[in-house]
């Protein structure tokens, strides 16, 4: 069902299951596919493909050549092997992206991720299956974060981040361009099983750092840019160098930060 006071360009193709609620504005080739509700005064510009189930509050601005809902990867193989078509393709768990939501052009989102309100995305960001992020979170271009992470609200990512399957980043977390989270401690040589690491509530991380698998930095924790973590890091400490070992204590005078730091 499309709302009369909706703005759809011609060119686009919307399934009859969908429903496009008022205000909403769709561009030139936008492609809906199967159970997809879409709130109020949604902005999709050309070239957006949603797929069911999924739903997009109101207010969410969704940019050029973006996906939304893109097959997990057991019905990508259904896919390949004929099963299916990717066009009457049905994700295997419902997408959910919030109210005032600001999706840059070239961004995919897979099945299963939850986006809160006002999370702003920069360009070229993917995020796999099974992904939750808090409110008011900032994602930065080029960011890459793989299935079953839980990302918290207010976290400010910055460019080219990379966060692995099994990741925790809790509430107001700063993650500097380039940092590097990893999940495999032995680099596909011997059986293990994945763990990326816990980053605490306030922590930040430096440019260009390196936290390996299973490591948790605790809440306040600064790592400097350029290290490499092995172990944990205890609450409210500065860790910096290679191996990243104590420089002192975080400085009473730095707050744990409740707003996220800017992009």
């Excluded at 049905?90 to 999370?119: E, P, Q, T």
């Excluded at 990302?151 to 399957?165: D, L």
Aim: glycine letters at 10%; one cysteine or more; hydrophobic letters at 35%.
């Amino acid at each position: 069902m499309i709302s009369p006071k909706a703005k759809v360009s011609p060119t686009a193709q919307i399934y009859p299951e969908a429903v496009v609620s008022e205000g909403c504005t769709l561009g030139p080739n936008v492609h809906i596919y199967g159970e997809v509700r879409i709130g109020r005064h949604v902005r999709m510009e050309p070239n957006v493909i949603v797929y069911g189930p999924s739903e997009i509050d109101e207010k969410t601005y969704i940019g050029p050549n973006s996906i939304v809902g893109y097959p997990s990867k057991r019905e990508l193989q259904k896919i390949l092997t004929g099963e299916k078509i990717i066009q009457e393709s049905k994700s295997d768990s419902r997408v959910k992206v919030g109210k005032n939501v600001v999706i840059r052009s070239n961004c995919v989102l897979y099945a299963g991720v939850v986006i809160g309100d006002s999370v702003r995305f920069g360009h070229n960001v993917m995020i796999r299956e099974n992904v939750t992020v808090g409110k008011n979170t900032l994602i930065g271009t080029n960011t890459v974060i793989d299935g079953e992470c839980e990302i918290g609200e207010g976290v400010s990512i910055q460019t080219s981040v990379y966060i692995p399957t099994y990741s925790t980043v809790e509430d107001y977390v700063f993650m500097g361009p380039n940092c590097v989270l990893t999940n495999d401690p032995f680099l596909m040589q011997k059986k293990y099983k994945l763990k990326g690491p816990t980053i605490k509530s306030g922590a930040s991380i430096g440019a260009n750092s390196t936290i390996f698998p299973s490591i948790t930095i605790g809440e306040g924790a600064v790592v400097g840019a350029g290290a490499v973590v092995r172990k944990d890091v205890p609450p409210k400490v500065i860790v910096v160098g290679v191996p990243a070992k104590k420089l002192k204590d975080v400085p009473h005078d730095w707050n744990i930060p409740r707003e996220p730091k800017g992009k």
